[in-house]
T-cell receptor
Framework: DGGITQSPKYLFRKEGQNVTLSCEQN?????MYWYRQDPGQGLRLIYY???????QKGDIAEGYSVSREKKESFPLTVTSAQKNPTAFYLC????????????FGQGTRLTVV | DAKTTQPPSMDCAEGRAANLPCNHS???????VYWYRQIHSQGPQYIIH???NNETNEMASLIITEDRKSSTLILPHATLRDTAVYYC????????????????FGKGTHLIIQP
């Protein structure tokens, strides 16, 4: 089945460590997105990528980094520079042609201990 | 910043129609209105979208005002499983040359279906 997969579902990290969240899609979508969600809050855009080897900062990119070496993959690294990394992280993808919806993964809950 | 405004929460009795409003007064001519919902700790799920005509699918109906500055999502017979946060967004479908937009979400409306 086509879809978008995030792993792991739950992730624990020690303060000061970098951690990478995985996002893979087999929908042949060109565009991919990373969001952060805090309790009771909406989705805030971290980074997005329109095509391979290209990405743009969203509203809250500080303390995060991404890469887009393959169309199918858009990993997000939460660096030690992110002051408050504990949150629910969501990945999404859309095609870049035509009027269709965005598809979301099931999210990764990151907890800093 | 989100381009839409929604009430933070709403209640609806089970079996009744739930009508969720959204204001998008700065919508441009080529932007579509999309609705998603998010059940707690899951990824958002697409519901419906439209440009200027009313739309209906198996999940919901979308009513867009003639001036396109607001819309209403209608869940015709709400069930307890419809309790979720509902997001209204506007975006330009990415046709030639434009690339993907930022796909911005606001805080949405927390719809609570009461038994």
């Amino acid at each position: 089945d086509g879809g978008i997969t995030q792993s792991p579902k739950y992730l624990f990290r020690k303060e000061g460590q970098n951690v990478t969240l995985s996002c893979e899609q087999n929908l042949n979508h060109d565009a991919m997105y990373w969001y952060r969600q805090d309790p009771g809050q909406g989705l805030r855009l971290i980074y997005y990528s329109q095509i391979v080897n290209d990405f743009q900062k969203g509203d809250i990119a500080e303390g995060y980094s991404v890469s887009r070496e393959k169309k199918e993959s858009f990993p997000l690294t939460v660096t030690s520079a992110q002051k408050n990394p504990t949150a629910f992280y969501l990945c999404a993808s859309t095609p870049t042609g035509g009027n269709t919806e965005a598809f979301f993964g099931q999210g990764t809950r990151l907890t800093v201990v | 910043d989100a381009k839409t405004t929604q009430p933070p929460s709403m209640d609806c009795a089970e079996g009744r129609a739930a009508n969720l409003p959204c204001n998008h007064s700065t919508i441009s001519g080529n932007e579509y209105v999309y609705w998603y919902r998010q059940i707690h700790s899951q990824g958002p799920q697409y519901i419906i979208h439209g440009l200027k005509n009313n739309e209906t699918n198996e999940m919901a109906s979308l009513i867009i005002t003639e001036d396109r500055k607001s819309s209403t999502l209608i869940l015709p017979h709400a069930t307890l499983r419809d309790t979720a946060v509902y997001y209204c967004i506007v975006r330009i479908p990415t046709f030639s040359g434009g690339g993907a937009d930022g796909l911005t979400f606001g805080k949405g409306t927390h719809l609570i279906i009461q038994p």
